[in-house]
């Protein structure tokens, strides 16, 4: 755990351990919330599907492919929950793969007509 003030800076780094180096990282969710059980029902998006969802979201330049780097303001769930979790999930691609996950960037999905 870190422990840290709100509204202060948190720095992340990912580092993929491996042997290839045609590969890169990128971070495609991170979502926050006040269990470590369920990431899916009282949530805070601060990136989804590649999009940055919370302003405050930063990337930060690595040298190295194999090496992520991000900050965010630390903030707290309504109810005086002192706590908040974090689960991102991150896409291994080969590098210069254009056409791969990490290459597409920010996904939006295109809304559908109602039908009458």
Known sequence: PYYVDINQDLFIEAYLHSSDSNLVLFVDTCVASPTPYNFTTVT??????????????????????????????????????PLVYLQC??????????????????????????SS
């Open 44 to 81: 805070y998006d601060i990136i989804r599907n590649g999009c940055v969802q919370d302003s405050t979201y930063a990337t930060y330049y690595s040298p190295y492919r194999h090496i992520v780097r991000f900050t965010f303001n630390a903030f707290q769930f309504i109810r005086n929950n």
């Open 89 to 114: 999930e991150l896409v291994v691609c080969r590098a210069y793969d254009y056409s791969s996950r990490c290459y597409q960037g920010c996904i939006t999905r295109s809304k559908r007509e109602a």
